[in-house]
Structures are given as C-alpha cells and as structure tokens.
C-alpha cells in the first residue's frame, strides 16, 4: 500500500477503507454546496445593529449575576448563528426572546464551586449494552497471552511479588489494537503542537466579540451594590455580622479617615492594644461592607498589621498580611509590599511552610530582590537554612522595620537549636559570656534568665582559671555551660519547641 | 559585640546561562509519548540497567586532584603567615 | 461529513477504538470538510441521517434509535467545534470551547447511559484531552486580553474529573470495565491541575483511587506510556509533600520504563529525581547521566561537582546561578541542603591535609579553607558554627575545644560515610 494522502499530510485521518474512496455521495451529502459560503463578509459581521445592542443590554437587565456566565455563552451563540445565518440584519432583535439563563431566577451553582468535585454520585453503567449481547460468544483473543508475557518481563523488574493471578485480566485495548495496527496512524506527541501551527497561538487582533466585551463590561455593574455609611461616630465597637449591614451604623472613608487619626494618637499615648486592636476591626468592616479598596485601605491594614506585629499577635498580623496581598495584587497605589513580602518571609520562616516559601520566592521580581528588607529576609531564610545561628542572630540584631518582632516569633526555637548543636560539640565547656553573644541576647543577666527559663540554669558553673603568663599569672573567675550535661535538656526543648506551631487565623 | 556583618548579602548577578534561560520560558508539561506502548528495549534503562548514573556525593580516596593540592597550598600559606605575624609580636 | 460517519460505523464493525476517537479528533484532515457539509439550521437532522444510513448498512445493526442519538448528539457537537476552527477568518477559542464541553460531556453520557463498550474508550481520551487543549487556547485568549485567570480550563477540569468517575466507579468485570481508562484520564487531571497549580487536587485524585484499588487492575497491566506519566505524576506530588524516599521510588520507576527517545520527559524526571537522590542516598547525577541533556548538565554538573570537591564558593556559585530555574521547579530549598554535604567535604579536605594522623587541627584552618577565595574572611565564630553543624548532624566525629582554638577529631573514623548520617 502506498502512502495514502492523509497520512503525507501529518494528519490524523479520518479511517477510509482499504478500498478506493469513493466520490461523495450526493443523495446524503445534500448540504455541501451552499452552506460553504467563503467566510468573505468579516467587514460586516463586525457591525452590530442598534436593535442587538439593546438586545444585549436587556437580557443582562434581567439575568441573576450567577447565570452570568452562561448567559454570555447562550448569547454569544445566538449572535454568531445569526451572522452566520447572515440574520442579523432581519431578526427583530426588540421581539426576540431571551437566553433562558437569563430569564431563570436563579441555579444551583454548586457544580461551577469545586473543580474537583465529580458530580456523579454513583455513575455506574445504567443500560446493558444492546452490542454485549452480540458478541457474548467471542472467545478471547490468543494474542492476549502473548502481550502479556512481554508485559510481565517489563514489570517484573520493579516488582516481583506479583502473583500469577493479576495477570489474568487483558487489557481491552490490546484485542482492538491488534485488528488495525496497520493502517492506523497513531496521532504522535506532537498533535497539539501541529494544531499550534494550524491555528497560530497568541492572536492579537480583535475578533468579531471585541465590541460585545466592552458592551458587556460596560453593563457589568456589580451584583451586590455596596452600602454607603452615614454613621459619624469615630470610635465603635467591633461586632462580627450577623445580618446584612445597617447603613446608619456604618461610617463613610472621611470619617474613618478621622478614625484612624484619631486611633494613631491614642495608640501612642495608650498603648491599649485590645481597645486599639478591636478599634481597628470595625474599621476593617466598615470598609469591607462598603467596598472600599483604596490607598487609604491599604493604610489602615499596615498600620493595624504593624501594630499586631509589635504586639506579637501573629493572628491579626496574618489576617492583615492576606487582605494586603489582595491588595497589592490588585495594584492599589500606595502601601509598601515590599516591606511586607519581607514579613511574609519570615513569617513562613516561623511557620516552617515549605511549599508557600517555595512558591513565594518564585513569586520574587528582579526589583524586590534588590529590595532592603526582603533581601534581609532571604538572609534570614538563608542562615536558617544552614544552620547558620551566628549569621541568624547577626541578621536578628539588624532586622529593618518591624522585622525584628516578626522574628521575635521563632528567636527562641532558634536558640535552642543552636544551644543543641552547641552543646553537641564543644568540650568541655563554652564560656557563658560567648553564648550571650552568639545567641543575640542583650546581656548575660537575659542570656541566664533564657536558660533557667529552660531549666537548664544548673548547668551554668564558676570555674578558676589562670590568665597571663609567668609573674603576671593569677586566677581568675570564669563562668561556663557545661555542654555535655545540658545537651539532653536543650534537645528536648527544642523538639517540643519545633513541634508546637499553631496559630489562630493562620489561613 | 561587633555590629558590622562582613557579609551583608548582596544583589546576584543575573547571568544566566542560555541553556537556563531556555529552560526557564518553557512549558514543563510531562509530553505524549512517541507511542502508546513499548517494549523493554525500548525503555531508558533496560534489563540489566545502565552503570554509572549516580555516584556518591563524596569521594574519600582522591586525594592528587587539583582542588586538594591548592588547599593544601593555601593551608601553608595561612600557616606561614600566621607564624610570622607570631614573630613580629 | 459521509467519510467521517462511514468510519464510525468501521469502527464498530471492527471494535476500532482508534479509528471511532479519529472521528472526533481535531487533527482529524477531513476537518475543513465537515465544518462545511452542513449548516447549523440542518446539522442535527443530517448528522442523524448519515449515522442512521450507516447503521443500516451494518450487519448487524450498530446500535438502536437511542443510540444513534446519542452518538448524533457527539457529532453535532463535534461539528460545531469544527465550523468554529474552519469557518472564521479568526478562531474564536471561547466559543470552540463551548462546543468541545457538548461534545465531551455527549461522549461522557454515551459510556454512562448508552453502554458504550470498553473498546471506545480511545473515544473520551480524545475527548478530554482536546478539551484540555481548547480550554487552555482559550483561556490564553483571555488572557492576552488582560484577564488573570484559567477558568476554562477550570471548568474543564471540572469534566475531565466527571470522565474519571465514570471510569473509575465502573463496576462491570474487569474485562469490560470502563477501570481501563483511569489511568489516562487521572494523567489528563494531573497535567491539568499541575497547570492550575492546584496539587491538592491531584491528591483527592490519589485518595479516590487508593479507596478503590482492591477492584482496579494492577498499575503495570495498563499501557506504559500511562504507567510512566503517571509515576512521575506521583513522583512530583510526593518531592512536593517532601516525602522523598516515595518520591525516589515513583520517579525511579518513571525514569526506568520512559521510553528512550523522549528527551524532554526524561529531562522531566530528572528534574526531581537528581535532588531526590542527593536527599535520600546523598548521591549525585554522574556525567554519563547527564550527557545527553546538556541544559540539566549545565545546571547540575557543576553542581555536583562542587560538591564532590567540597569547593563551598562554586557551590553557591553555581546554586545562585541556577537559582532562578531551581525556585520555578520548586527544587531549590531541597538542592540547598548539598551545602551539607559540601561542606563535609571541604572539612575533610583539611583534615587529610593536615597528615593523617593528626586528630588536633586549628579552628583556623578550617577557617581558612571557608574564606579562601571567597574574598572575605569569614569570622572564627562562623566556621564554629558550621563544625558544631557538621558535628551535631554527624558528619564529623569529634569536639571544639574553644579555649584552645583547636576542634578535636575522632581517633577512628572522624568522618563517617555521609550516606549513613541522616
């Protein structure tokens, strides 16, 4: 058999027979001739009547947000058959009916909410197949055994504990394969990259739909019109919500604007961080409920995250920190990402996040990485890595911005990994003075306090030693950690510090 | 305690080798396989397997290559300097 | 449109599942005419005649009034999705597909409701995986458009998943159960949700089918490209949850069965199986392995040459010059961890220079070895920093004795075999 045309052709051909094609038969194939109009009027499929726009306009008019989607789809049809129809000039857009998405109240939308979710709760085969019967009396296929006995030899070197008995199942395909090996061409692993020829990827230029998008998007007002407040109360006490949002009790942004004034000058003279803490809460609400995503958004969210940050309330923090990267996202000016991608770091230093460190440092551009605070950061990350405690508590000393709280977060967890290594290798002792040190404490009385606190203060011990030499030679006191006695101590304390993170609002 | 960190991390250089650079825009899908089904001499390691793929990550016995001997240089070199500075004190 | 309805009754006469999926495939060459054989107002009606008249023709007959419904319904689908690539000066993706949502979810109703039989599996394969392809030009459109999103192919997802329950629930015996097309199907669902970057997703795929592996066949009895794509699958997904010594075992197995002329899925393996080993057995890719990628031998060789010799400065030489491609794969934080190892070399490096016998070497020269030419001189306190590492995790056997700036080795064995050291 020569090489038939489809196949010199690169694609993958409808099967003909082995015999000679035969001419189209004209009796069923009635449609061919007038339905293959050369698609020649692209200039005047791209003009929309008057009576289609406001088509268009009045089926949005009606449609529940939820059917959106559908009812774009529905109407990108009826568009496309009556250009294609050539219609659309004649239909009487003002009388045509509606997409039903658009005229049904509402769907169940739950199959649109999980993407993993397969639907069918039991999809077993309803019907006997009308063939089955046919071909009950088919033996199995030789053949089987054959590709069988080459298959085991493949599997067998990864695992020989199979048994006979798994082998007795066929797979279908095998008997199918085998009736038309020859004059099937496989499709190869390169069909979709011939498709990327046959249709060039990345078109740029508008399509017919270019017009209806920004018809659509100018109707595309959003589903649930947000309250605008009246209330001009500064201070209020948060209230989680319960029921929809009372536009009397909610203040508007030039009144939060005085709020927030107001909570910076008394979180300065107070310092009360549950009354600022709750302050800045029903802040966040009033913001949320009137959709407000702005500059001075992203103002109040920092602050109230440098706040939680000094205070050490990492829930909070964290809460911020996703409603920021939101933001950021978003591209709303003002704010200071990358001041915060830096918290971000080491906050999945403190939660020991592997995967979202991974992808945040996919996530670094060329300019964040020249940035201060996230290169101190990636230092961080860095040392911690390797273990590196002299590094780590270097960097801790010289955090920028609030950084050095963030770390405050997970210092001890790396001291006491450092104290195990430490007390794994030096002998007989280490001065107490270089632990103090090398640790970052602000001063032995801190240091001792770091150790009692882990009971391991009996292990610190006043030794004499000489200094100096010859004449000048005199005893002095020197106070060390006796390593090996305390190294068990310090083990433990650092596995139970390692296994407890667990923090509310972490997402 | 001294403040300053003699090794304040700094920007790297972004040089990137053009194999990387290739590899970096392109679309990591697992691909179609030429075929569908094949047969062990077909595969990438057959039968008897391939020797050499992978080697330890240390090697204990070499001990004439290059980067040893400069070490051992430089070892000296820092031995040397160290008595001589021990000499003028 | 007759030549494409006459191979689907060849198909069937011949239980061809290739030649039934090449009737609805995207590459299929009779493309341009089918898209032109009918027009939207005839479709249904002439579909069903041409299938009708070839059904007849079939001794026995092919199927019954119910069936051949079914099946119009997969071609008027089909054809839509072939007028909207061959009859617009400009392919439209989103509404192409539309049409390949009809004609996937046609085709899944025909296994679920119409008894198709286990040879037509071809069929959903060639279905979804055009599904998948159409989704993603589609979503790219969008993009190009400003949109930051895959929703298309989200939605696709969503049906390729309904194809694997339809074949992974299937409870008719094995030799005609629908269980045959799991495995390509939860490939379609890896690649996807790989590109969605929603890996939990992969692994409610691996919940479900371990919860059904009693009644599925054995991995191996399936088709080999299947296997391997599906082991390195697993083989990612398990590097990701950094359990390494699994993911050692699914990408080995991948590596081994891979055919050998698909150069980019065993550089694919690769990727996570070089720093999978040098996790688990501390081992590195030889030069032979390497050889025929030259972009992984740019990457990796001198990698793992660094690490070898112990030269610390080319390993964070070469780590950082790499860094960007290691971070995209996700295999950087695990690649970092040879510094260890790195380390452990150099240190014994100065240990076999110091003469053999010596068991007391100065913190210095291990300070030395750290700065050389590193151009910076790295402080006392660092390089004992890093022995007491080295010591703790068992790398090196011995003590520093701080009053004396000396570190201490082991009298025997000061520098246990690496591979034993967790």
């Known amino acids: 058999m020569t090489t038939p045309p489809w196949r010199a052709a690169g694609g993958t051909a409808v099967q003909r027979p082995g015999f000679h094609p035969v001419a189209v038969r004209k009796t069923l194939g009635k449609a061919s001739t007038q339905a293959s109009q050369p698609p020649t009027q692209a200039a005047r499929r791209t003009q929309f009547p008057d009576a289609l726009k406001a088509y268009v306009a009045r089926t949005f008019e009606h449609c529940p947000s939820e059917n959106k989607s559908e009812v774009e789809v529905a109407l990108k049809k009826i568009i496309t058959e009556a250009f294609e129809n050539q219609t659309v000039w004649s239909i009487d857009w003002a009388t045509h009916p509606l997409p039903t998405a658009a005229r049904r109240a509402s769907v169940d939308s739950s199959d649109m909410m999980d993407i993993s979710s397969g639907d069918e709760a039991s999809p077993i085969s309803q019907q006997p197949s009308v063939n089955k019967l046919n071909k009950l009396g088919k033996a199995p296929n030789n053949t089987n055994n054959n590709v069988n006995n080459n298959k085991r030899k493949l599997g067998s070197r990864i695992t020989s504990e199979r048994n006979e008995s798994d082998r007795e199942v066929s797979r279908p395909d095998k008997r199918s394969k085998k009736l038309n090996t020859s004059d099937y061409s496989y499709e190869g692993p390169d069909a979709f990259k011939r498709l990327d020829r046959k249709y060039k990827r990345h078109q740029t230029t508008k399509n017919v739909f270019s017009q209806y998008h920004s018809m659509h998007s100018a109707l595309d007002s959003p589903a649930f019109a947000p309250i605008v407040g009246r209330s001009t109360t500064l201070e209020k006490r948060y209230l989680r919500l319960t029921s929809a949002p009372d536009p009397a009790t909610v203040r508007p942004q030039h009144v939060l604007e005085k709020t927030l004034e107001l909570l910076k000058t008394k979180w300065k003279a107070e310092n009360n961080y549950s009354y600022i803490c709750d302050q800045f809460k029903s802040l966040r609400q009033d913001l949320t409920v009137q959709h407000l995503k702005n500059d001075f958004t992203v103002n109040v969210y920092e602050i109230h995250a440098r706040i939680a940050l000094e205070k050490g309330d990492l829930g909070e923090y964290n809460q911020c920190q996703s409603q920021l990267a939101n933001l950021y996202s978003e591209r709303i000016p003002g704010g200071h990402p990358h001041e915060f991608k830096a918290y971000r770091i080491l906050y999945l230093l403190y939660t020991c996040n592997r995967s979202d460190m991974n992808d945040i440092l996919a996530s670094l551009t060329p300019a964040e990485k020249q940035d201060r605070a996230i290169l101190h950061a990636l230092a961080v990350r860095g040392a911690v890595a390797s273990g590196n405690f002299h590094r780590f508590f270097r960097l801790y000393l010289d955090a920028p911005n609030m950084g050095g709280y963030l770390m405050d977060s997970f210092i001890d967890r790396q001291r006491l990994a450092a104290l195990s290594a430490i007390c794994k290798s030096y002998r007989p002792d280490v001065p107490f003075r270089h632990i103090t040190e090398e640790l970052g404490f602000e001063n032995d009385a801190e240091c001792e306090a770091f150790l009692v606190k882990h009971n391991a203060g009996q292990f610190i011990k006043t030794k004499q030693t000489t200094k100096g030499e010859g004449d000048e030679q005199q005893m002095v006191d020197k106070v060390t950690l006796e390593t090996q006695k305390a190294m068990t101590t310090f083990e433990a304390a650092k596995a139970a510090a390692f296994k407890k993170v667990d923090i509310k609002g972490q997402i | ?89 | 449109m007759e030549s494409l309805i006459r191979a689907w009754r060849l198909a069937h006469v011949e239980e061809n599942g290739k030649l039934l999926a090449s009737t609805i495939s995207l590459t299929n060459t009779d493309l341009e005419e089918f898209a032109y054989s009918t027009n939207s107002a005839r479709v249904a009606e002439d579909i069903f005649r041409a299938l009708e008249y070839e059904n007849n023709s079939a001794r026995p007959k092919i199927t019954n009034k119910n069936g051949l419904e079914a099946w119009a319904e997969v071609y008027v689908a089909f054809w839509k999705v072939s007028q909207s690539l061959e009859r617009y000066d400009e392919v439209e993706w989103g509404q192409v597909f539309t049409g390949m949502k009809d004609l996937t979810q046609a085709v899944i109703r025909g296994f679920q409701n119409s008894g198709w039989e286990v040879w037509a599996l071809e069929v959903l394969y060639t279905a979804c995986k055009y599904l998948r392809y159409v989704a993603i030009r589609a979503d790219e459109a969008k993009r190009a458009e400003g949109e930051d999103a895959w929703k298309q192919l989200e939605e696709a997802a969503r049906i390729i998943n309904r194809a694997f329950n339809v074949c992974l629930n299937d409870r008719a015996e094995l030799a005609q159960s629908r269980k045959w097309g799991t495995y390509y199907i939860i490939n379609l669902l890896f690649k996807t949700y790989f590109k969605l970057n929603a890996i939990t997703l992969s692994k409610n795929i691996l919940k479900a089918l371990v919860a059904n592996t009693t009644e599925m066949p054995d991995l191996l009895s399936f088709r080999t490209s299947d296997i391997v794509t599906f082991k390195y699958y697993c083989g990612v997904i398990a590097f990701l949850d950094e359990d390494y010594f699994k993911a050692e075992e699914h990408l080995e197995m991948a590596y081994k069965l891979c055919h050998k002329d698909a150069q980019k899925n065993k550089e694919l393996i690769l990727t996570y199986l070089i720093p999978t080993k040098l996790l688990t057995r501390r081992q590195l890719p030889s030069a032979t392995l390497l050889k025929p990628h030259p972009s992984l031998e740019a990457l990796f060789l001198p990698l793992a040459r660094c690490i070898k010799d112990g030269d610390l400065r080319g390993y964070d030489e070469y780590l950082a010059k790499g860094e960007d491609w290691f971070v995209k794969k996700r295999i950087f934080l695990t690649l970092e961890r040879g510094r260890d190892i790195t380390l452990r070399n150099l240190f014994r490096k100065v240990y076999l220079a110091a003469g053999e016998s010596k068991t007391r070497i100065p913190v210095d020269h291990f300070r030395a070895a750290v700065s050389w030419k590193s151009g910076v001189d790295v402080e006392t306190e660092e390089v004992e920093c890093f022995l007491a590492n080295m010591m703790y995790k068992g790398y090196i056997k011995g003590y520093i004795s701080r009053e004396r700036g000396m570190v201490v080795l082991s009298g025997t064995n000061a520098f246990p075999n690496p591979s034993n050291t967790s």
Request: glycine share 4%; net charge negative.
């Open chain 2, 1 to 89: 305690m001294s403040s300053k960190d003699s090794k304040t991390p700094k920007p790297e250089e972004t040089k990137e080798p053009k194999a990387v650079k290739k590899m970096l825009e392109e679309d990591d899908e697992f691909e179609d396989f030429p075929a569908e089904e094949w047969e062990e001499d077909e595969t990438e390691v057959p039968g008897g397997g391939k020797p050499n793929l992978w080697e330890e990550s240390w090697d204990d016995d070499d001990l004439s290559e290059d980067f040893s001997k400069q070490l051992r240089e430089e070892l000296k070199r820092v031995d040397a300097q160290k008595a001589s500075g021990e000499m003028q004190r």
